[in-house]
């Protein structure tokens, strides 16, 4: 069975940190490129970011909203994709969602930013 | 700044047929957008319809299908049911890395 399992969500102040972790299982995440997408509350869904295969050299790639402020990085021998969040604004409030390009999407880690 | 355009809401009759688009404010939509086609119900994650234009994602039935019309990107549902009743989002890939979604349409049937 796939599964995408995202954790580490919470609530944090303005300016601080959170690191996001989306577990798989199911296909061959070594292969696959990973994206993060997140939606705020009653808004559409955004795209976040991504990061390609070791075959491209894990390259990533982000929304300018998100640029020099959010890393994603993997770990295939754990099967985990990462989303680590910096300088955190209360816009960054959303649902975030990790999902495999074409393929399957987890349930969502809520993040809040609020003081 | 990229801006992907689609249709704030649309309706279809049950049975019906409807087609769903996905453009792009300045030029047009090709193959090489790799547009993708997202279902979405309230409170629930994302489903994967269509990647790469027009290949069905796995266990998503032949009712949805996804093409290039015109300038634009079309997501088309037939035999439309009760349960298609969704938010549809596109998502076109829009070069270095980059993809940017649309705001998303609302289908109501009825």
């Known amino acids: 069975e796939v599964q995408l399992v995202e954790s580490g969500g919470g609530l944090v102040q303005p300016g601080g940190s959170l690191k996001l972790s989306c577990a798989v299982s199911g296909f061959t995440f070594s292969g696959s490129v990973m994206h993060w997408v997140r939606q705020a509350a009653g808004k559409g869904l955004e795209w976040v970011g991504r990061?390609?295969?070791?075959?491209?050299?894990?390259?990533?790639a982000y929304a300018a909203s998100v640029k020099g402020r959010f890393a994603i990085s993997r770990d295939d021998s754990k099967n985990t994709t990462y989303l680590q969040m910096n300088s955190l604004k209360t816009e960054d409030t959303a649902m975030y969602y990790c999902?495999?390009?074409?393929?399957?999407w987890g349930q969502g880690t809520l993040v809040t930013v609020s003081s | 700044q990229t801006v992907v355009t689609q249709e704030p809401s649309f309706s279809v009759s049950p049975g019906g047929a409807v087609t769903l688009t996905c453009g792009l404010t300045s030029g047009s939509v090709s193959t090489s957008h790799y547009s993708g086609w997202y279902k979405q119900t309230p409170g629930q994650a994302p489903r994967t319809l269509i990647y790469n234009t027009n290949i069905r994602s796995s266990g998503v039935p032949d009712r949805f299908s996804g093409s290039i019309l015109g300038n634009k990107a079309a997501l088309t549902i037939t035999g439309a049911q009760a349960d298609d009743e969704s938010d549809y989002y596109c998502?076109?890939?829009?070069?270095?890395?980059?993809?940017?979604f649309g705001g998303g349409t609302k289908l109501t049937v009825l």
């Open positions: 999902t495999r390009g074409g393929g399957p």
């Open positions: 990061i390609t295969s070791k075959s491209d050299d894990y390259a990533t």
């Open positions: 998502v076109l890939y829009v070069g270095s890395g980059i993809s940017v």
